[in-house]
Nanobody, 116 residues
C-alpha cells in the first residue's frame, strides 16, 4: 500500500522551530532519495530539502543553515527540523521521493504557519 503521512506542523512565531515527520511506505522510501517540498497559496510546489539513503543532503539557499533533513531507514521515516522560521516559510509541507511527479501519489501534507 502506498502511503505518505506527514505530521508536526502548526502555528509558530517568527524565529521559532518545528520538527516535521513523514512516514512512508517501503515502496516509496527504501533506497530512494527522499525530499521535503512546500506549497504556499498561489505558488507552485517547491523543493525544501533532500536526502539520499546514505545521508547526503541538499538545501536550496532559501532554507540553508536553518533547516535540517534527516531519515531513519529502519522506520521508513524522514524528518525536517526547521529553525529560525520566517513568515515566508508559511506553506503546506509534503514529503515524497526526490523528483516525484505532480501526478503521482502525494500525502495530505502538514500546514506550517509562521506568524506573530
Amino acid at each position: 500500500q502506498v502511503q505518505l503521512v506527514e505530521s508536526g506542523g502548526g502555528l509558530v512565531q517568527p524565529g521559532g522551530s518545528l520538527r516535521l515527520s513523514c512516514i512512508a511506505s517501503g515502496s516509496i522510501f527504501s533506497g530512494n532519495v527522499m525530499a521535503w517540498y512546500r506549497q504556499a497559496p498561489g505558488k507552485p510546489r517547491s523543493l525544501v530539502a533532500s536526502i539520499s539513503s546514505a545521508g547526503s543532503t541538499y538545501y536550496p539557499d532559501s532554507v540553508k543553515g536553518r533547516f535540517t533533513i534527516s531519515r531513519d531507514n529502519a522506520k521508513n521515516t524522514v524528518y525536517l527540523q526547521m529553525n529560525s522560521l520566517k513568515p515566508e516559510d508559511t506553506a503546506v509541507y509534503y514529503c515524497n521521493r526526490y523528483g516525484a511527479s505532480p501526478y503521482t501519489y502525494w500525502g495530505q501534507g502538514t500546514q506550517v504557519t509562521v506568524s506573530s
